[in-house]
């Protein structure tokens, strides 16, 4: 078995807010259910999906990608998100992100050497008057994201 029966359970409740006949309208549900306990979404995961709820694998693929909030490969243990659209630009964005690529060697879209952080430039996330805006782990939204506040984040993390 792919995901845990735990996992399975929390999809078979997010199966119920449809009718009976629309299983495969909890695909985002489940998608984000399988990513929170295998830490991203391989090949063999999505197939898993697919099958449970009945749907051609294409379709959660075409999900899975369409979305950045999936990981279709491996991503480190925390993957950071810094929004640089317009409003969180103006409030300092590229000055944080550039800021977070040279204190972890990397860029967007990478991860560090040990595996431990993976950066990316996130769309906006709804809280432009909170920017610049970072999301740790597509689960929680720091807000005015200075590079003194990064480092206190990054500090916390490893």
């Known amino acids: 078995m792919v995901l845990s029966p735990d996992a399975l359970a929390k999809?078979?409740?997010a199966v119920t807010?449809?009718?009976?006949?629309q299983r495969q309208s909890?695909?985002?549900?489940?998608?984000?259910?399988?990513?929170?306990?295998k830490g991203w979404l391989s090949t063999e995961t999505m197939d898993f999906v697919a099958q449970y709820l009945g749907m051609p694998p294409i379709a959660v693929y075409e999900v899975a990608s369409f979305y950045t909030m999936y990981d279709i490969k491996?991503?480190?243990?925390?993957?950071?998100?810094?929004?640089?659209n317009l409003p969180c630009a103006l409030q300092g964005a590229n000055v944080a992100a550039e800021h977070l690529k040279n204190k972890l060697g990397i860029g967007f879209n990478e991860t560090t050497a040990d595996?431990?952080?993976?950066?990316?430039e996130g769309e906006c996330f709804g809280a432009c008057g909170d920017a610049p805006v970072l999301l740790l782990n597509d689960k929680r939204m720091c807000c005015a994201m200075t590079p003194d506040k990064l480092d206190a984040l990054l500090k916390d993390l490893t």
């Not at 807010?17 to 006949?21: H, L």
């Not at 909890?26 to 306990?37: F, G, N, P, S």
């Open 74 to 84: 491996p991503v480190g243990k925390y993957k950071l998100a810094i929004c640089t």
């Open 11 to 13: 999809i078979d409740q």
């Open 115 to 120: 595996g431990l952080v993976t950066l990316r």
């Open 26 to 37: 909890a695909v985002m549900a489940a998608l984000t259910i399988a990513q929170d306990e």
């Open 17 to 21: 807010k449809y009718p009976p006949d």
